[in-house]
């Protein structure tokens, strides 16, 4: 992405969050974005299987009533 | 010793010393004089029975607002009981004297908290004391109190437990129960004692262990205690040095104080994890979205009271794509599954936990692999991609290792497979046996402060 395209991504995400940016933060949000743009390639262009699930993994809540069995 | 006269000990430290060091936002003298008698009352015996001890601020404490190092959080109703760990602690007999300085919800490996001020460290006064939780680093290291707790989302623990030149454990992740804390980042946030010894980690790691339904993470583990198998030595143990990354990230004290033990040990084998930037850059981005997710609605109406240093970082990972979170956590299982296979051949590898030795407060950038790096997030270079995958890690300080600056301290990671704590701890010990590693307490020499 360009400077430019960045500043977009910047603006339209700011906008659908409701973030209003404060002009003198604005550099500083734009490096620490292209930051994580510069990264993101070594998690995205690394090959994985439909197996290589997430590692946060959810557990369920049960309500306190219930017991052991049938759970 | 009674436990009164060692919390009058502590508080007159503190009291003596705080001034230039800046590891505590609150004393509780009072509630702490109150526990110590009590605890002489009841004629107390065990390992912890009158130990003062101190808490980064992100822990709950009755009757104060959980600050969390953030002006935000002053206006908090205060903590209507402490946190699960404060109290284990406590019920084994220990003191709780104070609430300790961090960087702002946790965003950082420096503690340059600018609400605050820096905490300074305590053997080099000019410089960092490392961070999240620098407070709960320095406060050891300046002998105020010989336990604190702190928490390691990234390296948090060992990272000022290296600078600061103090022992610190992380436990595997889900192994200690975070309830009654402040979050930074769920998926990766880990709580751990720092102490001047292995034997202090060792005792107040047991003291914490069991189940506590308030923390959704924790992992459904019997009490494995470490205590009575810390001096079985190395015997039986297959131990290496992590290779690769781990030492191209290095400058050469940090190399050189994993020879060190690894010469200690007799260790020859190196071993490499695949792949380990790219779990680094996972929980980069897994931290920088997560923790800006918690902080959105503070970060839509006041961004102007966060930290300078951290605000912007909270904005910008508000703003990142979901497919790349949920990419970062495929790899994140990923690397975790290799590492466990390369635990199938070894059971405890070193690596070290710092890059450097503490760079002078205020350091923008440091070179390492000959580029320039931004200093503050590179602090925690070799510390992220193991915490990424949960291991248990102790950090053990050496000394004298830096050229430049003998008189700095400098960590290494003590790294098993999950839930082998046990063996971080027993390594660690013939370590310190050995005198290879040690913590003692900070001269605390103003000259230096005043000659910057």
């Known amino acids: 992405m360009d400077a430019r395209q960045v500043e977009d991504l910047l603006d339209a995400q700011c906008a659908l969050l409701g973030l209003r940016l404060a002009p003198e933060h604005r550099p500083g949000v734009i490096r620490y974005l292209q930051l994580a743009i510069d990264m993101a390639p070594r998690v995205m262009d690394f090959p994985l299987e439909p197996s290589d699930e997430p590692a946060n993994v959810f557990v369920p809540v049960a309500p306190r009533s219930a017991g052991q069995e049938g759970a | ?452």
């Not at chain 2, 098993?416 to 900070?442: I, M």
Request: with cysteine; glycine share 10%; net charge neutral.
């Open chain 2, 1 to 452: 010793m009674r436990a009164i006269e060692r919390v009058e000990d502590a508080l007159a430290r503190i009291a003596a010393t705080d001034a230039r060091v800046n590891a505590f936002t609150d004393v509780l003298a009072e509630r702490a004089h109150a526990r110590a008698l009590a605890v002489d009352a009841q004629g107390r015996g065990g390992a912890l029975a009158g130990i003062p001890f101190a808490v980064k601020n992100l822990f709950d404490l009755e009757g104060l607002p959980t600050l969390a190092g953030s002006k935000i959080e002053r206006e908090s109703a205060p903590a209507r009981r402490d946190a699960v760990l404060v109290r284990r602690l406590e019920a084994a007999g220990a003191v709780c004297v104070g609430a300790l300085n961090m960087d702002e919800y946790a965003y950082g490996f420096t503690t340059e908290n600018s609400h605050v001020g820096a905490t300074r460290n305590p053997h080099d006064l000019a410089r960092l004391a490392g961070g999240s939780s620098g407070g709960s680093a320095a406060a050891v290291a300046a002998g105020q109190v010989p336990l604190a707790l702190g928490s390691d989302t990234n390296g948090s623990i060992r990272v000022p437990a290296s600078l600061c030149g103090v022992f610190g454990l992380k436990p595997t992740f889900g192994r200690l129960p975070r309830t009654g804390t402040y979050p930074f980042v769920a998926s990766l946030d880990h709580l751990g004692p720092f102490a001047r010894s292995v034997a202090g980690l060792a005792a107040a790691y047991d003291a914490m262990q069991g189940p506590d339904a308030g923390d959704p993470a924790q992992v459904a583990r019997l009490i494995e205690p470490t205590v009575p198998g810390l001096d079985r030595g190395t015997d039986g143990l297959r131990l290496g040095v992590l290779g690769g990354w781990f030492r191209r990230m290095a400058l050469p004290a940090a190399s050189a104080a994993v020879e060190r033990c690894a010469q200690a040990l007799g260790i020859e084998r190196v071993v490499d994890w695949p792949e380990v930037e790219r779990a680094r850059t996972a929980a980069f981005l897994i931290t920088n979205a997560e923790g800006a997710a918690l902080h959105l609605p503070d970060l839509r109406c006041r961004a102007h009271d966060f930290e300078p240093l951290s605000r912007d970082r909270f904005l910008a990972g508000a703003l990142l794509p979901a497919a790349w979170i949920v990419q970062a956590q495929r790899v994140r299982h990923w690397f975790a599954r290799q590492v466990a296979a390369s635990f199938e051949t070894v059971d405890v590898v070193l690596a070290p936990a710092t890059p450097c030795t503490a760079p002078p407060i205020g350091t923008e950038w440091i070179e390492l692999d000959g580029q320039r790096l931004p200093a503050r997030p590179s602090l925690g270079l070799l510390t992220q991609p193991v915490s990424c995958i949960g291991l248990p890690v102790v950090s053990v300080p050496l000394w004298g290792l830096d050229l430049a600056q003998p008189h700095l301290p400098i960590g290494v990671q003590v790294i098993a497979a999950p839930w082998r704590e046990d063996l971080c701890l027993r390594v660690a010990r013939v370590l310190e046996a050995q005198g290879v590693v040690q913590a003692p307490v900070a001269r605390l020499d103003d000259r230096r402060i005043l000659d910057e």
